[in-house]
């Protein structure tokens, strides 16, 4: 599998979801975080955008962010239980697999995803992660887990000019959760876990802080 032309096109995909305006529709605002939805190009679901302006350095933003096993991520996000290297393909595309908790009230079982993801940085100072879920052959299907596929996916860090301690943040998700999930049951867990995402992302940049 070519994971690096993969991961490229993921790349350019979510520069382009933040781009582009048209047909999305709000479906949460809480403490400044704006959370949006549009019908997926990629499958029969959702794409979900999150934006809020964070207090922190793109830097420090970037450090609770980086997909990076032992990495502060699985620390504050309640959706990331592990995060372990699969393949390293060149210095910033990775194969990883994430494990989430079951959520939603045991509603949603445990899952676990298997990504590429292209870390990359732009001139204006903006970090990237971006992710699409790909196979691997030492990483099939584990029982106990019900295997999710990410589509195009990620987190934007954007610098504002004159703001150095803030940051824009958008956050893409777009997941098909596998199994037999009710449409409603995804369709309201993920707005509230993205707001979620957020404050416990509040949370973590301002211990670095403190440290």
Same mark, same amino acid.
């Given at each position: 599998?070519?994971?690096?032309?993969?991961?490229?096109?993921?790349?350019?995909?979510?520069?382009?979801?933040?781009?582009?305006?048209? $047909? &999305?529709?709000?479906?949460?605002?809480?403490?400044?975080?704006?959370?949006? &939805?549009?019908?997926?190009?990629?499958?029969?679901?959702?794409?979900?955008? $999150?934006?809020?302006?964070?207090? $922190?350095?793109?830097?420090?933003? &970037?450090?609770?962010?980086?997909?990076?096993?032992?990495?502060?991520?699985?620390? &504050?996000?309640?959706?990331?239980?592990?995060?372990?290297?699969?393949?390293?393909?060149?210095?910033?595309?990775?194969?990883?697999?994430?494990?989430?908790?079951?959520?939603?009230?045991?509603?949603?079982?445990?899952?676990?995803?298997?990504?590429?993801?292209?870390?990359?940085?732009?001139?204006?100072?903006?970090?990237?992660?971006?992710?699409?879920?790909?196979?691997?052959?030492?990483?099939?299907?584990?029982?106990?887990?019900?295997?999710?596929?990410?589509?195009?996916?990620?987190?934007?860090?954007?610098?504002?000019?004159?703001?150095?301690?803030?940051?824009?943040?958008?956050?893409?998700?777009?997941?098909?959760?596998?199994?037999?999930?009710?449409?409603?049951?995804?369709?309201?867990?993920?707005?509230?876990?993205?707001?979620?995402?957020?404050?416990?992302?509040?949370?973590?940049?301002?211990?670095?802080?403190?440290?």
């Amino acid at each position: 599998m070519d994971y690096q032309n993969t991961a490229n096109a993921v790349g350019d995909c979510l520069l382009s979801y933040t781009k582009d305006e048209s $047909g &999305w529709k709000v479906c949460k605002k809480s403490n400044d975080v704006i959370v949006s &939805w549009r019908p997926s190009t990629e499958f029969p679901g959702n794409v979900y955008k $999150g934006e809020s302006v964070v207090k $922190g350095s793109p830097e420090k933003v &970037w450090e609770c962010l980086k997909p990076v096993p032992n990495g502060l991520r699985v620390k &504050w996000d309640n959706n990331v239980k592990k995060f372990e290297l699969v393949e390293q393909v060149t210095e910033n595309v990775t194969v990883c697999r994430t494990v989430t908790p079951s959520a939603a009230m045991g509603i949603i079982a445990p899952r676990d995803f298997v990504d590429v993801i292209l870390v990359k940085q732009y001139e204006d100072g903006t970090i990237t992660s971006n992710a699409t879920h790909v196979t691997h052959p030492s990483c099939p299907p584990q029982s106990g887990y019900v295997r999710g596929f990410n589509h195009p996916c990620g987190c934007i860090c954007v610098p504002i000019s004159g703001e150095p301690n803030k940051t824009q943040l958008f956050s893409f998700f777009q997941t098909d959760l596998g199994g037999f999930l009710p449409r409603s049951v995804v369709d309201s867990f993920f707005p509230s876990s993205m707001v979620e995402f957020y404050s416990n992302l509040a949370k973590a940049i301002k211990s670095l802080k403190d440290h």
